[in-house]
């Protein structure tokens, strides 16, 4: 498969309410050389968020 039998995009919502498209550029081995910055998200930032909601649940609780 070549990088002509593919292609991906990422679209990004910018401050005014619109989107924007940007092509992912893919290597020959499948890297992605501009991937978007926290694409999957911040896995800690979450972690933390998750465990701090959990806290204030449990203090509520009691």
């Known amino acids: 498969m070549s990088d002509q039998d593919i292609k991906l995009y990422f679209c990004n919502s910018n401050q005014d309410g619109s989107s ?24 800690m930032g ?3 968020a998750m465990t701090e909601a959990a806290m204030k649940r449990q203090i509520v609780n009691e």
Request: charged content about 25%.
């Open 20 to 43: 924007s498209l940007t092509t992912l550029e893919i290597d020959d081995f499948g890297n992605i050389a501009n991937w978007p910055e926290n694409f999957f998200g911040d896995e």
């Open 46 to 48: 979450d972690l933390f």
